[in-house]
């Protein structure tokens, strides 16, 4: 009989404490690797996404406002008596300003001296509200119905008007200031609500622009000797009746924040000089005090009006 072969049996080993130990700090050790990665990765990503949103909002803004002054004192010609379409004297200007508002009210003209330009406390440092004016413009066919050539800041139309004794009433209407709420502050515009029919009503409403603006300030390029040619910046809170029929270009400044903690803590808070260090005023500076991890940029632009702001009944050169 033949007797099978003994297979010899051995006792099943497993690691030793020493090598769980070293294959758990190794893994470990990627672990860590592994998420300092992706956190660096996430922060290189919102610090971009960070600085492209800022980019884009500040451009938006500036772009809107821009467009709104250049739109400024625009004047059709006068259908009925040849020239331009003239305002009387006591008419409202077509640029207007409050320094320190941060919430102006439903007037037609803003108003350091009038109390109902802002429904708050005017501040020196605090925000600046800007109010312009313009003619619009109609079809051919139908000229109280606009051509969209000429648009508030709601991007409305503005039709020509419906006659001429009616125009400097019908003009288009367009006023920049900061709103806060509880989500933040944003540029925002207020201009007229329109009927079914296109026609501009007494009506006052607002509507957000860009979000994340902290500070908006404006200076008024005057020229004192009547050549057309900004001789001073004035605050509003400096200008006469005279300086606002002269205005030539304005001076725009926006600081606008980011949605995310990205900013350079350690770098601490920048200061920004809006008109630079050697305009000396109280609203001349910014300085973040809540929120300061978030990044900030600052946006200036000088824009030059293009039409007569003082075009007005008697006047030969209209």
């Known amino acids: 009989m033949r007797r099978l072969p003994l297979i010899r049996t051995s006792r099943a080993r497993g690691f030793s404490l020493i090598e769980l130990m070293v294959a758990l700090v190794i893994s470990l050790l990627v672990l860590v690797a592994t998420v300092s990665f992706y956190m660096m990765t996430r922060s290189t990503y919102t610090t971009i996404d960070d600085s492209s949103n800022l980019e884009e909002r500040g451009q938006f803004a500036l772009g809107v ?8 004192a625009f004047s059709p010609p006068n259908t009925s008596g040849g020239g331009t ?63 969209n050539s000429m648009v508030d800041c ?15 009433s019908q ?47 404006f200076l008024y390029g005057v020229s004192v000797d009547g050549d057309a040619v900004p001789d001073v910046f004035k605050r509003a809170t400096d200008m006469s009746t005279t300086d606002w029929q002269n205005v030539y270009a304005v001076k725009v400044a926006l600081v606008i924040r980011a949605d995310n903690a990205s900013a ?22 910014y300085k973040a005090t809540t929120n300061t991890q978030m990044a900030r ?5 000088t824009v030059q009006t293009r039409n007569y702001m003082t075009c007005f009944s008697g006047d030969p050169s209209c």
């Open 65 to 72: 406002i821009t467009r709104a002054l250049r739109q400024t």
């Open 264 to 285: 350079d803590v350690g770098a601490g808070q920048p200061t920004f000089n809006l008109f630079g260090k050697q305009y000396t005023y109280g609203d001349g500076t």
């Open 154 to 168: 709601s991007g409305q139309g503005v039709a020509s008007p419906t006659s001429i004794d009616l125009a400097a």
């Open 85 to 147: 379409i003239q305002l009387a004297q006591s008419d409202p200007p077509m640029i207007s300003g409050v320094d320190g508002c941060n919430s102006p009210g439903d007037v037609e003209s803003l108003s350091q001296t009038v109390t109902a330009s802002c429904t708050t406390t005017m501040v020196d440092t605090a925000n600046d509200a800007l109010e312009v004016r313009f003619f619009g413009s109609g079809t051919a066919a139908a000229p109280t119905v606009p051509d």
């Open 171 to 217: 003009r288009g209407l367009s006023m920049f200031f900061i709103q806060t709420d509880k989500t933040g502050s944003y540029l925002a515009c207020k201009f007229r609500q329109r009927d079914s029919t296109g026609a501009a009503t007494s009506t006052f409403a607002t509507q957000q622009l860009v979000p994340g603006v902290e500070s908006l300030q």
């Open 297 to 301: 940029r600052l946006f200036t632009a």
